[in-house]
């Protein structure tokens, strides 16, 4: 049942395999529409090519954090060690890189690995408790086991009608709008 | 062609020839919604057994040992402990390298088989990380007890300070506050990122208002879009990486602990690969302690499958193999070094006072292991698990050899002590494990215990299975 509003967030139809999935984006991206995103419960890598996922950002940026955490450990290290208070143990040099290597590395590591998953969640633009396509009932089985393809109204070419009927012509289980 | 490429590699699991494979890694006729299923309503529809809650009260009486001998510790000092001079260290530190390394498994299970396209470990890791994460907290609290004056502990960390000191950053303690507290950071986190699609599927599946507030909460509004599975499945590649060599770095510095310092016994090369080797050994005696009676009791046989056990049970015989080649190299370099005092250790270790506990040892962790050659033993959950309890012993005695028998008999004989732990060294230590256990019982009612969707993952063809149509289409 399409429930009329004056402002939906886009029209999604429901498929049972990820297969019906992956050919109904192709299908989609054929027919020249581009605001779409795809919801799995599993990942699907042959999605990144049809919807062109390439996005390096989480990579750039842990390789970043890691920099950083690299030379903030390293750093602190000589600096504590020659300015802040040296101690002369034995006459050993105040600059020491071979015993700098554990806590170096592990700076890396740590800061590396905190960049890693929180730029993941915020470049997802996570948290966000509330999205338009909770509204749909049935999209609680994306994640169970249900793949959905959600053609957005701001995409160039978004008719309502049209695009309903397009996603109808690709046989999936269910098509409904998503109330914004 | 290469998106079929990556597909092989993400879906199929490596497939072995008949004889060497045992049974499936999730049993057939699963689907993506029996699967979620099955996983989900252990935490969300099953009841409150009286067999969860009377373990529960059992642990969470144990670990209140703990609360009383620390309280006790906080009140009198380290001198309640068995420690003197020159057994400076004695259970405590026994202890927190015996959890350590019961963690290591879990990372190793989650990162480095993640990395080895291992995706039989997609059954396993959740619990394995979970039980890293607990038994690392176990860990960290021995070394701040033993400092004597525990809530003082954060002048380990460097921060500006009025006193104008600063940790000493060429010691290896040091170095073992670092790689420790990354440890945890980075083992919560990668734990909590594996954590966030199936918490998502809790909240989905909950019919009741709270779980859907925690659990929406807690999967911070995860909705599985492509977008976000693209970024999501790059940050774990990329954690698992970075865990990989901090997993080895851990144990290592550990290691440094030791190796580091004068002490015959202590100061040799090979205790780094030894002790990683023997974190992992005590690590997967630990998964299988565990994971044997938690399949039975919450009927996760299909997901953690014969296959699981032989898979473990062959890699505890190999890293027990690593540590019986340590053991013997200990022995080698004390005769081979022609050093009197490394050549003394070795003999005392083997004849002195302590040599019930290392030849205890020696049957725990070189001749026991050897039964899991055979396969029917690997398949047989029960003598598996008991073999599980041994190996856990055997690793607890051979930290406790190495602390113990290096110090107490160092170069001068007039300074030669024995070491005798007090009831408050055994009341701590059996108190973490009440803590251990206590959270372990915790976890599984509270959070899937086995990763929701790297077991869809790993369902035969996962693009291709179509649901039988149990609802009518409307």
């Known amino acids: 049942m399409i429930i009329e509003k004056p402002e939906i967030h886009g029209i999604m139809a429901e498929f049972s395999t990820a297969e019906e999935l992956i050919e109904a984006v192709r299908a989609a991206r054929d027919a020249g529409y581009h605001k779409m995103d795809a919801y799995t419960p599993v990942p699907l890598e042959e999605l990144h090519e049809l919807l062109h996922i390439h996005d390096n950002r989480v990579s750039l940026f842990t390789l970043i954090g890691g920099l950083c955490g690299a030379a903030g450990a390293f750093g602190l290290i000589q600096w504590v060690s020659s300015l802040a208070e040296p101690l002369n143990i034995g006459g050993r040099p105040p600059i020491s890189v071979p015993t700098s290597i554990p806590i170096t590395f592990e700076g890396t590591v740590l800061i590396a690995g905190l960049t890693a998953a929180i730029s993941m969640i915020l470049l997802n633009g996570l948290p966000m408790p509330y999205h338009p396509v909770f509204n749909v009932d049935r999209f609680a089985n994306a994640s169970r086991n249900k793949f959905f393809l959600c053609i957005e109204a701001e995409d160039p070419h978004f008719d309502r009608t049209k695009v309903a009927d397009f996603l109808q012509s690709l046989e999936p289980d269910e098509v409904a709008e998503v109330a914004n | ?474």
């Open chain 2, 1 to 474: 062609m290469e998106t079929q490429q990556q597909d092989l590699s993400k879906a199929q699991p490596v497939e072995l020839p008949d004889n060497i494979q045992v049974g499936p890694v999730v049993a057939p006729g699963h689907t993506l919604a029996t699967v979620t299923d099955r996983i989900a309503n252990a935490v969300l529809r099953r009841k409150i057994g009286l067999g969860w809650l009377f373990g529960l009260f059992v642990a969470f009486g144990v670990m209140q040992l703990l609360v009383v001998s620390a309280g006790w510790l906080f009140v009198k000092g380290v001198g309640i402990w068995g420690i003197n001079i020159p057994i400076g260290w004695g259970f405590a530190i026994v202890n927190f390298v015996w959890w350590i390394g019961i963690g290591h498994a879990g990372t190793l299970i989650s990162a480095i088989l993640l990395l080895l396209n291992q995706s039989w470990r997609n059954s396993i890791n959740r619990f394995a990380e979970a039980m890293t994460l607990f038994a690392v907290m176990c860990a960290g609290m021995f070394p701040v007890l033993h400092t004597g004056r525990p809530w003082l502990a954060y002048w380990l960390f460097p921060y500006p300070n009025t006193m104008s000191i600063w940790p000493q950053f060429r010691s290896p303690l040091e170095w073992d506050v670092w790689a420790v507290s990354t440890y945890f950071t980075i083992s919560l986190v990668f734990w909590y990122v594996g954590l966030i699609p199936d918490l998502a599927s809790l909240r989905d599946q909950s019919k009741k208002k709270y779980q859907q507030v925690i659990y929406g909460m807690a999967s911070l509004g995860w909705r599985g879009s492509a977008y976000h599975w693209a970024r999501y499945e790059k940050a774990s590649l990329l954690l698992a990486g970075l865990s990989t060599p901090l997993v080895v770095s851990v144990h290592t510095i550990v290691s440094f602990d030791f190796a580091v310092g004068i002490v015959p016994g202590w100061h040799t090369t090979i205790f780094p690969p030894y002790f990683v080797a023997g974190a992992i050994y005590s690590g997967f005696a630990m998964v299988l302690t565990l994971m044997i009676p938690v399949r039975k009791f919450y009927n996760m046989e299909d997901f953690v499958t014969m296959r699981h056990l032989n898979n473990m049970a062959k890699l505890t015989l190999t890293t027990g193999m690593v540590v019986a080649y340590g053991y013997m190299m200990e022995a080698f370099y004390g005769w081979y070094s022609s050093n009197t005092y490394e050549f003394f250790m070795i003999k005392n270790r083997q004849l002195g006072p302590y040599a019930p506990a290392y030849w205890t040892l020696i049957f725990c962790n070189i001749i026991t292991p050897q039964f899991l050659w055979s396969k029917r033993i690997r398949t047989n959950p029960l003598i598996l698990w008991l073999i599980s309890l041994v190996v856990n012993c055997g690793m607890w005695l051979e930290r406790f050899v190495i602390v113990v028998t290096s110090l107490h008999r160092d170069f001068l004989p007039s300074s030669w002590q024995m070491y005798y732990p007090t009831i408050w060294d055994i009341f701590t230590y059996v108190g973490t494990l009440g803590f251990f256990m206590t959270a372990i019982f915790l976890f599984v009612r509270v959070l899937p215990m086995i990763s929701i969707f790297e077991i869809r993952m790993l369902l035969p063809s996962p693009m291709r299975i179509k649901e039988p149509a149990k609802e009518p289409a409307r």
